[in-house]
C-alpha cells in the first residue's frame, strides 16, 4: 500500500460529504478572491500615485533584465504587468479548480444532493462546456505567447531571449496551460467509456493533452534553457528531498532504502493509476517544499528567505493539504477517480507553476554579480507586490496604464492578455 493510502481514504458518514466539502471549499475560495482583491486594492490605493510618478518620471529608458526582475514598476512599465505573488498564484488556480467543477457537476448543482451523488458515481466526465473552456484557455495563451515574442523579439539577442523566458514564467496564461494539461491528463487517465455516452470523453481529453503540450512548447524551451545550470539541479535536490521524506513517512517500513523502493513501485504504477497518479502528484507538491526549504537554508540570514518559505508553505503547501484533508481523499463506494481525480490533478498544476514562476527568475538572477546564487531565490519574491499587482492588473483603468507605460500600445497588449490569462 502506498504512503498515500491511509490519508487519500478517509472514512466518512456518508457519500455526499466529500462532493459537498470540494465544491463549499472550491468555491469558497473563489468568492475569497473577490473580497481579497477589493481589500488589497484598498491597500495598495496610496502606492498606485508613487508607481505612476516613477514610470511618468522614466518612460524612456530600458530597464535591464535584473532591474526587470527586481522592480515590479519597471516590469510594469515595459510590459504591462508584474509577477504574480504566490498567494494570487494558489486563489488563480483555485478559480480555475472551482469552474471545473461546476463544469463537472453541471446542473446537478441546483438539483440536490441525489442527482450530485449520481453526477459523482458515473466517474471521470468531460462536458462540452469544458472542452469549450480548455479550448480557450489554450486559445489565450497561444495570443499571449504570440504577443509577448513580438514585443521582446527573442530571437534578436540572448537578452531579448533571456526576457522572452522570464515574462513567459510570469503570466497568466502559463498557470492556464498548466492547470487545463493536469486536469486533461487525469481525464485521459480515469475515463471510463460506455456506450451510452455520446462520444469518447477520453479520447477529447487526449486530443487536448497534444495541443496543450504544443500550445507549451515556448514555455518547456524556455525554461529549460534558463534553468539547465542553475535551477534544474536546485530542483533535483529538491525532488530527492521530497522522495526521502515520503519514503519516511510510509508505515511499516523500518529502512529508507526499503520505502524509496516502496515510492518508486507505486510511482511505476504497480497498485494502478489512481495510486501511481497520487503519489506523483505528492511528489511534486512536496518538491515546492524542497525548494523553499534550500532558498531558506542558502540564505538563512535573510529575512526575504524566511519569508519566501512562510509563504510558500502557508499560501501554497497548507491550503492543498487542507484541500485534500476537507475532501476526504474521495468520493466513497469505489468513485475515487473521479472527483478526487481532479484534486491530484489539481496538485500537480498548482505545484508546477509555483516552480516555473520562481526557478526561472532564481536561475536568471544567480547568474548576475548584481543578486548571485544565494539570494536569487529571496529576492525574486520580495519582487512580488500583492497590492501593487492587483491594482495594475484588476483596478487600473486601462487608458491611463497605457499613457503611463513605455511603448503604450505594446504594453497596453500585454496587459490584456494577463487579464484573458487570469479569467481563463
Known amino acids: ?5 491511509p490519508l487519500l481514504h478517509a472514512e466518512e458518514s456518508g457519500p455526499q460529504r466529500p462532493i459537498r466539502r470540494c465544491m463549499v471549499f472550491a468555491f469558497g475560495v473563489a468568492v475569497l478572491l473577490g473580497i481579497s482583491a477589493s481589500q488589497w486594492a484598498q491597500m495598495g490605493a496610496q502606492h498606485e500615485e508613487v508607481m505612476l510618478a516613477e514610470l511618468g518620471g522614466n518612460n524612456t529608458s530600458h530597464s535591464t533584465l535584473t532591474e526587470v526582475i527586481l522592480h515590479p514598476h519597471a516590469m510594469y512599465a515595459e510590459y504591462g504587468f508584474m509577477q504574480m505573488p504566490i498567494l494570487v498564484m494558489t486563489l488563480k488556480s483555485f478559480l480555475n479548480f472551482a469552474i471545473q467543477m461546476a463544469l463537472f457537476f453541471g446542473t446537478s448543482l441546483l438539483s440536490g444532493k441525489v442527482e450530485m451523488k449520481k453526477k459523482a458515481e458515473d466517474g471521470m466526465r468531460f462536458s462540452p462546456l469544458s472542452i469549450l473552456f480548455q479550448i480557450f484557455g489554450q486559445a489565450a495563451a497561444v495570443a499571449a505567447y504570440s504577443k509577448l515574442a513580438m514585443v521582446t523579439k527573442p530571437w534578436e539577442s540572448f537578452d531579448n531571449w533571456h526576457r522572452y523566458s522570464f515574462l513567459l514564467s510570469q503570466h497568466s496564461a502559463t498557470a492556464t496551460v498548466l492547470v487545463g494539461l493536469a ?4 481525464v485521459t487517465l480515469f475515463y471510463k467509456h460506455t456506450e451510452e455516452r455520446a462520444y469518447n470523453e477520453g479520447r477529447a481529453a487526449k486530443y487536448l493533452v497534444v495541443t496543450g503540450l504544443v500550445v507549451a512548447t515556448p514555455l518547456w524551451v524556455t525554461w529549460l534553457t534558463a534553468c539547465w545550470s542553475t535551477g534544474l539541479p536546485v530542483l533535483a535536490l529538491a525532488a530527492a528531498i521530497a522522495l526521502l521524506v515520503m519514503a519516511k513517512l510510509r508505515q511499516g517500513k523500518p529502512t529508507i532504502k526499503e520505502g524509496v523502493a516502496a515510492v518508486f513501485r507505486d510511482i511505476r504504477g504497480d497498485d494502478g493509476p ?3 497518479f497520487s503519489n506523483v502528484a505528492f511528489l511534486v507538491m512536496c518538491t515546492t517544499l524542497g ?3 534550500l532558498w531558506l537554508l542558502a540564505a538563512v540570514d535573510s529575512k526575504h528567505a524566511w519569508m519566501l518559505f512562510g509563504a510558500t508553505l502557508l499560501e501554497l503547501f497548507v491550503p492543498l493539504i487542507a484541500l485534500m484533508i476537507f ?3 474521495g468520493v ?3 468513485q475515487e477517480e473521479g472527483v478526487s481525480g481532479m484534486v491530484r490533478a489539481f496538485w500537480v498544476a498548482v505545484s508546477l507553476t509555483y516552480i516555473v514562476s520562481l526557478t526561472v527568475p532564481f536561475s536568471l538572477l544567480a547568474a548576475t554579480d548584481e543578486v548571485g546564487l544565494r539570494m536569487a531565490a529571496p529576492e525574486t519574491f520580495w519582487a512580488r507586490k500583492i497590492d501593487l499587482y492587483v491594482t495594475s492588473t484588476f483596478l487600473r483603468p486601462a487608458e491611463r496604464a497605457a499613457d503611463q507605460a513605455q511603448g503604450a500600445r505594446a504594453a497596453f497588449s500585454l496587459w490584456l492578455t494577463q487579464l484573458l ?4
Open 274 to 276: 489512481y495510486l501511481q
Open 183 to 186: 486536469n486533461n491528463m487525469a
Open 291 to 293: 525548494l523553499a526549504t
Open 421 to 424: 490569462g487570469f479569467v481563463s
Open 327 to 329: 475532501v476526504g481523499g
Open 332 to 334: 466513497p463506494g469505489g
Open 1 to 5: 500500500m502506498a504512503m498515500m493510502q
